[in-house]
């Protein structure tokens, strides 16, 4: 770990003005992720700019939908009685995630911020153009049976490992940023993220100096049909293979709204457009699940080892509304 | 029998749970300094330059060690045609054997400035291409110096040509990393030419013996103390690379060193189960009785020594077969030298044969039970020696019975709940009951308390219980009174913590000891003249309670305060030299069990959860049944992990572990482990060893792998014979 000055903010104005003055500096939230990467010099910040006591950690309700604090602990966002109603879909997705006790300490602004889990992008021995833009990429014919495949590209083909973002891409949630000059601004779920492009070092579209501040889920019709399934090496404690997050809305019996996000599968959560576009005003049977995997897989790029999920995700889709709609 | 027998809380129990247990990274001095090691980063090849330049002036360094400095300063000893003499050694010249292996060492004021520095060392290699891929040179396969056993028993090829029924298999098991909680680690300290290393160890001796060979000093100037391990495994049985490292940076800088191991240094650090292809081929009668079995196994290993871990030689006993072929092999590669894992050859060489028996049982169309106890050895058939005990048949009935093995449906995929398929698989256990020398120092006080030391460690079987309760038992002491030290080289001399000998071993020591302290007494109340039973053999009289007495009349009893006070002893001490008996050669000793499974398979998924385990096994006396216990389920658990989860994946192009980190290496989790019943089979032993003890740490973990493998196939009709079975080996590619 090199050397670096703590700070410790006590207003988002504050953290936001400290952490812009420093362009190698960084925010600290539950550290969970990042100082594991600094430990082993993955990343590299002067300057550390803690936020844990910023009075950002509520979950609160808005007139069409809630506010979760960019602080509150993943933990605590699981578990409020406002998302277990409202989002069980979110409660499930963040409580298959890590460990209790990482739940913890992780926040939602960190949660959606962790970096990619490839193990090409934690060892500096091996090139990744994550890491060490320039160098190749290490996964692409290397051992990649847990990589993306979908909008991946020869620079990069690590998939994103948070479970909770695979929930608000499919709740169509907005992240609140404010910046230096402290206008807020908003950025939807679905363009939050990046695939890599020719940049794969940045996983977002976060600027230097952004900072979170909550994360709004609108009100929607899906908490009686809502499903996370996460397809994993073991029982817990363990990042999918593949997951998917469905949540659907009915009209009499047709199919009126449906979201379908995937993680495990590309770089970013992966919303499943052509598979919801399918499903729109259909019946909630297996045939039409299956018609609507088929239409969303047809399109990914596996690589050497990773074939498996092509098939896996397909399955885990039609399982996935299976479940939420009662028919499994 | 006041304790053996009878479940006990692990004494050392409290003191683990507090914090007070120290681990040899946790022993607190002045003055202490922090080493962190820079490993390299590839496989194969040479050091061009080192250049440490920036290390040196960096903030709090004290030292740096490498190849530069240290074959002048620490020279390799004379080691003759030991182990030792092949074993890896760091720093001793600029070639790359393996990738991340130790170029440098710092040390440095605290443990962030010596990583920090360890990061500033700019290394320039000259690369090779490395080849860590064994199963592209199996042809190159050859046996090691170790086996030179025969090898084969009858006429195999004969047999297998001419048999009505026959299976032919390949099987595949990935490295794997033992991964105790505890990372590897040792602090030490000289003063006045001694050297204290508290290391994390399974056999202090051997440590000791090195560190006084490396550094030239007599071995009683070299103390190696090893109180508390945090899992071992197996990863410490030999003297990894860095006890003489710290040893020699504490006599450089003058300071007490401490070096611990970070979680990704521990995959190159001490070895592991090593890469393992096997090939199965039986043969039957269509009665099923076994015609002849080959079992070949090749195992990797480095390109500076061989690795042996022969398992191979059970498919030689296990059953009753007239033509029996084996064969060991080695290939080298650019990775570290394996080391012994959890019973090492045995779970991997078990997993094979015990699926084969398990395919062949479907080429027979026969239950898998029935077909083992059709070929049920009676004595045993390499040898042809009778087993000092074997009460596997009693395993296979009674788990039978327990587990509900009757109501299985024969097919595969024949068995479902709900939308799940279930699978019901069985396997075999055996581990060798083996006891080695060992010696033991017993100090029976005056006050009626003892106190007990043996230089043998507990990598947390309860061997600091066990050997508590024998001596209580023996000397007739509550084991309040009882103070048992361990893993101390000043100690008498243990063998290592392996094998499963510990128990037999140490505990017949003390057992041999508490007898020859009765032995004393009954002397000393022999001369003096008052007492009861002067006339009386050792055999025949008890201590209890700080009283001795004939067993055949207890209220004739003789104060042994008294005894020793009448002349003025204050305490008897009294060293055991305990060797396996001669009586035990003309025997076949093993421990056995029988494990049943159930599996759950998610068909779309293909994800499996082990449901239901029943594991039988007989493995002699149960001295602490809530210990023992413990040690099964953990073989279970184990089991679980080596079957779906475990695996270390290495990139053969760079020849590197990438998933090195308890993240990427899976190990089962509490949610991974549902029902496990432990059974216990008592054999009564009078051959193996006075307490009649055979070893148990292995044996729990031995068939489980290979009873998962075949409960998987029976819920889904898929062979997996390339371990861990892992969602993506279950979900079969798409029909067009």
Redesign the interface.
Known sequence: ???FEYRRATTPDEAVATLSDHPQGHYLAGGTNLLDLM?D?IENATDLVDLTRLELTEISALPDGIRMGALAKNSDTANHPLVRKNYPLLSQAMLSAASAQIRNMATNGGNILQRT?C??F?????PCNKREPGTGC?AL???N?THAIFGANEQCVAVHPSDMAVALAALDANVRVIDSSKEERVIPFAEFHRLPGEQPELDNVLRHGDLIVAIDLPKNGFPEHSYYLK?????????A?VSVAAALDFTDDQISDVRIALGGVAHKPWRALKAEAFLKGKAATTENFTAAADAEMSAAKPLEH???????A???I??ALQKATGT? | MRYIGKEMRRVEGLAKVTGRAKYSAEFEMPNLAYGYLLLS?IAKGSIKSLDIKEAETSPGVLGVFSHLNVPELLPIPDFGDGPEAKEFKAFQNNQISF??QPVALVIAETF?QA??AS?RIKVDYESEKPSTDFREHLDDAKETNAEKSPRERGDFANAFENAPVKIDHEYHIPIEHHNPIEPHGATAFWKDGKLTIFDKSQNVYQVRDQLSKWFQVKPENVDVISLFVGGAFGACLNVNYYPPLVALAAREIKRPVRLVYSRRQMFSGHGYRPDTWQKVSMAAEKNGKLLGISHRVVVNTSTFEDYSEDFAKVARSLYACPNVKTLYQNVPTDLPTPAAMRAPGAVSNMFALECAMDELSYALKMDPLELRLINYAETDPDSGKPFSSKALKECYRMGAEKFGWKDRKPEPRSMKDG?LLVGWGTATGVWPAMQQAASVQITLKVDGSAHVISSTTDIGPGTYTVMTMIAAEYLGLDAEKVRFELGDSRYPKAPSQGGSWTTASVGSAIFGAAKNIKAKLLNLAKEQNASPFASENPDEVEMLDGKMFPKSNPDQSVSIAELMGHVGLREITEIYDSKPSEEREKYASSAHGAQFVEVKVDP????V?VTRVVEVTACGKIMNPKASHSQEIGGVIWGIGMA??EAT?V?H??G?M????L??Y?V?????ALSIETIFVEEEDKIINPLGVKGMGELGLVGIPAAIANAVYHATGIRVRDLPI???KL????KA
Do not use: C, W
């Open positions: 770990m090199k050397p430990k010099e889990r193990p090409y934690y060892d500096s021995a091996t290490g014919e290397g051992l049976r397809v994993r090496d073991r029982a817990s404690y363990a990042f293979l990773n074939g498996y999920k092509v098939e896996l397909r399955r885990a039609v399982r499994a | 980063t990738n991340a962030e990583r920090y990061r939308d779309d998924l293909g994800t959860r779906l989860q994946e990139d192009r760079y590197r990438m998933n090195a980190s993240a990427d899976h089962p989790v509490n949610a991974d892992t969602p993506d979900i079969s590619p798409r």
